[in-house]
């Protein structure tokens, strides 16, 4: 097959004091090159560690519990953490919301990214610098040949988050994952970034992995989109049919909650009621009951499986809501025979 990245069942669990929490579960996905899934939900609901998973760095109260992450089909849940390095360096690249913290303040732009370079690359110094130079001037960095003698907090957050990417994509990754990348960004520097990651994707067919919880940034960048509430996938379609028939109320919600430019100035239209369940405290039923205007009884104590509505096209939602009107759809098509 011509998958980078496949995703199955896959379930990360913390040790925590009281015992086993559940942070991410029964997350399936995968990715072709140059393909870009999103995945969307408010903070908390398991995107992050969803990506973390991957990436295998959880931390050491972290860990898979079920299911299998596959790169090219090889399960990367079977490498020593040696192999997993090399895995991080040369396949898998991440860019985060605030690339301040993944920068080492005591070295240039130009050194951090030589290192890496060097590394990954086997590259001598001189071919390191000049290979180095060459991303800054990709990703559209101006004087470049001064950015590599600047430290990072010399840097604008644009600039610091072009230098992430550059150095993000120096390894040529078969996945980037960005998680919130231009979350801390302004309008205008949001777009640029967006645009060249774009560019970059489609210069090297870079599998793209889109973690925000912003479904302006979604509906520009992403192919396909995973939405995510407490730990599990709501919704999954792709981008043109989540915008325009969307059928979880969670995501009907977080699409009403977009803000409309011409509506700035009174913020948020609309925004949904109480707030995502901690783990300690996960609803029994569906998830979303607390805050779902259409919960019935059903919906207390039943979990709703994620179920595909659409044999066409990749549709799925986790809804009892949805199941019966399925249902109803399908009976009176066949009474209408
Ligand atoms: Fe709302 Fe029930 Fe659907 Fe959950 S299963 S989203 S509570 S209608
Ligand atoms: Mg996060």
Same mark, same amino acid.
């Given at each position: 097959?011509?998958?980078?990245? /496949? %995703?199955?069942?896959? !379930?990360?669990?913390?040790?925590?004091?009281?015992?086993?929490?559940?942070?991410?579960?029964?997350?399936?996905?995968?990715? /072709?090159?140059?393909?870009?899934?999103?995945? %969307?939900?408010?903070?908390?609901?398991?995107?992050?560690?969803?990506?973390?998973?991957?990436?295998?760095?959880?931390?050491?109260?972290?860990?898979?519990?079920?299911?299998?992450?596959? @790169?090219?089909?090889?399960?990367?849940?079977?490498?020593?953490?040696?192999?997993?390095? !090399?895995?991080?360096?040369?396949?898998?690249?991440?860019?985060?919301?605030?690339?301040?913290?993944?920068?080492?303040? %005591?070295?240039?732009?130009?050194?951090?990214? @030589?290192?890496?370079?060097?590394?990954?690359?086997?590259?001598?110094?001189?071919?390191?610098?000049?290979?180095?130079?060459?991303?800054?001037?990709?990703?559209?960095?101006?004087?470049?040949?001064?950015?590599?003698?600047?430290?990072?907090?010399?840097?604008?957050?644009?600039?610091?988050?072009? %230098?992430?990417?550059?150095?993000?994509?120096?390894?040529?990754?078969?996945?980037?994952?960005?998680?919130?990348?231009?979350?801390?960004?302004?309008?205008?520097?949001?777009?640029?970034?967006?645009?060249?990651?774009?560019?970059?994707?489609?210069?090297?067919?870079?599998a793209i992995m889109l973690i925000t919880h912003d479904l302006g940034v979604i509906a520009e960048m992403a192919d396909k989109v995973l939405v995510m509430y407490a730990? !599990?996938?709501?919704? /999954?379609?792709?981008?043109?049919?989540?915008?325009?028939?969307?059928?979880?109320?969670?995501?009907?919600?977080?699409?009403?909650?977009?803000?409309?430019?011409?509506?700035?100035?009174?913020?948020?239209?609309?925004?949904?009621?109480? @707030?995502?369940?901690?783990?300690?405290? @996960?609803?029994?039923?569906?998830?979303?009951?607390?805050?779902?205007?259409?919960?019935?009884?059903?919906?207390?104590?039943?979990?709703?499986?994620?179920?595909?509505?659409?044999?066409?096209?990749?549709?799925?939602?986790?809804?009892?809501?949805?199941?019966?009107?399925?249902?109803?759809?399908?009976?009176?098509?066949?009474?209408?025979?």
């Open positions: 097959s011509n998958k980078i990245i /496949e %995703v199955e069942n896959l !379930q990360t669990a913390f040790m925590a004091e009281k015992g086993e929490l559940i942070s991410v579960d029964e997350v399936t996905f995968h990715l /072709e090159p140059g393909e870009t899934i999103g995945i %969307v939900g408010e903070s908390g609901c398991g995107k992050s560690v969803t990506s973390l998973s991957i990436m295998r760095l959880l931390g050491k109260n972290g860990y898979i519990k079920n299911g299998s992450v596959k @790169m090219n089909g090889k399960e990367l849940n079977k490498l020593t953490e040696a192999e997993m390095r !090399q895995v991080r360096g040369n396949q898998i690249s991440m860019i985060f919301q605030e690339p301040m913290t993944s920068l080492n303040p %005591v070295y240039t732009i130009g050194n951090q990214m @030589m290192e890496g370079i060097k590394l990954h690359l086997k590259m001598s110094t001189k071919d390191a610098s000049a290979y180095a130079f060459d991303m800054l001037k990709q990703v559209k960095i101006p004087r470049p040949e001064e950015v590599m003698n600047e430290y990072p907090h010399a840097l604008s957050g644009g600039m610091r988050q072009r %230098v992430m990417i550059a150095m993000a994509l120096s390894c040529k990754p078969k996945l980037l994952i960005a998680d919130e990348p231009t979350t801390a960004l302004d309008v205008t520097i949001q777009a640029q970034i967006l645009e060249l990651m774009k560019e970059l994707r489609e210069e090297s067919d870079t730990g !599990q996938v709501v919704e /999954e379609a792709d981008v043109f049919t989540l915008f325009d028939e969307p059928r979880h109320p969670y995501t009907k919600g977080l699409i009403e909650s977009i803000p409309h430019l011409e509506y700035e100035e009174h913020k948020r239209l609309y925004s949904i009621p109480g @707030m995502v369940p901690t783990l300690q405290q @996960m609803p029994k039923g569906c998830r979303f009951h607390t805050r779902c205007p259409y919960a019935t009884e059903k919906c207390l104590h039943e979990k709703p499986p994620l179920s595909s509505i659409n044999k066409g096209k990749i549709h799925k939602v986790r809804c009892w809501l949805v199941e019966e009107e399925e249902h109803l759809t399908k009976t009176k098509s066949i009474e209408e025979v």
